[in-house]
């Protein structure tokens, strides 16, 4: 059932469908993109699991209003908000042995994953850590960039 669910899921074409799922699966409410960039993923996802890395693209600049279910970045808290992604980033390297991976290293180089105060983030996660979610919305780059791990 649940393969069924991820097929699905990764079947949807429109943004509004794909915003949809993230706010049924993981609560969040995602402004509506203009493009969505499927950036990378684990090469053979078995079971519904796997691991994904997505980039959602807007024309006009995101209102913070759209961002209500995110935690605006501080000083505060940028060391637990860049911890989530490269918590992310490492957890894959380790897990599948990529740092050598070429097509995993570009896309990390491509996609900065830096966080600053003023952006915005989400996290959420399931079974012990096992199925996280995270989302970081980059100001400057006017996108937010989703890290889903399922185990």
């Keep these: 059932m649940l ?3 991820i097929s699905l899921y990764r ?3 429109t943004p509004e469908e794909i915003t949809a799922h993230y706010k049924e699966r993981w609560g ?3 402004p509506v993109p203009n493009e969505i ?3 990378w993923s684990t090469k053979y996802p078995a079971r519904g699991d796997g691991e ?4 959602l693209l807007y024309d006009s600049k995101v209102n913070h209003e759209q961002l209500h279910d995110f935690i605006k970045v501080t000083e505060g808290n940028l060391i637990e908000a860049n911890r989530l992604v ?3 980033i490492s957890r894959g390297q380790n897990m599948y042995k990529i740092q050598q991976d070429e097509e995993f290293k570009i896309t990390i180089e491509a996609y900065s994953t830096k966080v600053e105060p003023g952006d ?3 996290q959420q996660s399931e079974n012990g850590q096992s ?3 995270t989302a970081i919305y980059q100001q400057t780059e006017n996108r937010i960039l989703l890290f889903e791990w399922h185990q």
Excluded: A, K, M, Q
Aim: net charge negative; charged share 10%; hydrophobic share 55%.
């Design 11 to 13: 079947l949807s074409t």
């Design 3 to 5: 393969l069924l669910f």
């Design 86 to 88: 490269s918590h992310f």
């Design 52 to 55: 994904w890395v997505t980039e």
């Design 120 to 122: 915005f983030y989400f």
């Design 28 to 30: 969040v409410e995602l």
């Design 131 to 133: 199925d996280t979610f």
């Design 37 to 39: 960039i499927n950036v």
